[in-house]
């Protein structure tokens, strides 16, 4: 049997969750989406209009099937967390279970298991704050959005994992190293989600026999990257002073994720996986 993925944090064909989903689909894996409520209109609209036809294409000329697309908010992990104002926001009123618990709890009862989960999302509201001008408020909501969330993840979904499954999320250099304009307790919350990584390893592992990596990866053009402001200089630094003098691509990120959910990877886990041509490796820019 071909294995199964649920790929949180997908709301159109330019960021890394997209290229993940394709990387798998293309090694065989059926795909299940976890959309944000309010980016899920748009999304299914411009699947089903064909907008993405052209980057559903895989290396072997077919297109990408995406099962199904599950409505989804990773900040709320059961209905009863769910304040007033956002139920009955309009975007929201409109669709139902995409709590985290309510989310597992539908493809429990879809597909029964699946094989590989990614987290592929984080939201901060005060990323372009210097961490020093940064409310409480900002710095939990970065905390809550992009690290509890892959906790919340797995705490729901392992239970639906097959034994040897294999988890992924998406970290980013700035929880290590001083990125200036990765702002807003975004730096703190990816710190998190990689110490996070090695206690989840543990526990996921001897309890469950599921593994949890996390991809460092370089600078994309993605739509939450473009809302931080600084992507292109990021781009153009990389390019500049890393080991690899090329643009990292989506597709790059994709396959490495693959590769983490596969057997080959069968003996990773816990681990922090650079996937940005070298960068991280230099001491200075050259
Ligand atoms: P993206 O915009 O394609 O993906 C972020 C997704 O998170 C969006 O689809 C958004 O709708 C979703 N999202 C936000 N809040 C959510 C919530 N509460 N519940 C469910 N979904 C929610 O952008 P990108 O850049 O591909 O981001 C994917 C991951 O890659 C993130 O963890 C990001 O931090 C990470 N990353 C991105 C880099 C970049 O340069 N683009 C570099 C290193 C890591």
């Given at each position: 049997?071909?294995?199964r ?8 064909d330019?960021?890394?969750g ?15 989406v976890?959309?944000?409520v309010p ?14 036809d ?12 995406i ?21 009955t ?7 139902s279970?995409?709590t985290?618990?309510?989310v ?5 009862q ?16 005060e990323?372009?704050k210097p961490?020093?001008?940064t ?14 969330s892959?906790?919340?993840l797995?705490k ?26 990765y702002?807003?307790?975004m ?29 460092s ?8 990257a ?20 090329k ?40």
């Open positions: 049997r071909g294995k993925a649920f790929i949180a944090g997908i709301a159109d330019n960021g890394y997209w290229a993940i989903a394709k990387s798998l689909a293309a090694a065989g894996a059926e795909i299940l976890g959309t944000w980016a899920l209109n748009i999304f299914e609209t411009s699947l089903r209009r064909g907008k993405f052209e980057s559903r294409v895989l290396p072997d000329g077919s297109l990408m099937e099962t199904k697309v599950y409505p989804l908010d990773a900040v709320y992990d059961c209905p009863e967390d769910v304040p007033e104002d956002v139920k926001n309009k975007r929201y009123a409109g669709s279970n995409w985290v618990k309510e597992a709890e539908s493809v429990k879809d597909f029964g298991t699946i094989d590989i989960l990614v987290h592929s999302l984080a939201n901060g509201p990323v372009s961490l020093l001008e409310s409480r408020y900002g710095y939990l909501a970065a905390i809550s959005a992009s690290s509890y892959f906790v919340s797995l729901y979904f392992i239970p639906i994992m097959n034994p040897g499954g294999s988890t992924i999320s998406l970290t980013y250099i700035a929880s290590e190293r001083i990125i200036p304009g702002g807003g307790g730096s703190s919350a990816k710190a998190a989600l990689e110490s996070d990584t090695k206690v989840l390893a543990f526990e996921a592992g001897r309890k469950h026999n599921i593994r949890v990596n996390t991809i990866a370089g600078p994309l053009r993605s739509r939450a473009k809302a931080i402001g600084f992507i292109d200089m990021m781009i153009d630094y990389s390019l500049e002073n890393g080991p690899l003098q643009e990292l691509t989506a597709e790059e990120v994709g396959n490495a994720a693959a590769f983490l959910a596969s057997p080959l990877a069968s003996a990773i886990t816990g681990a922090v996986v650079y996937v940005d041509n070298g960068l991280n490796a230099m001491g200075v820019g050259v």
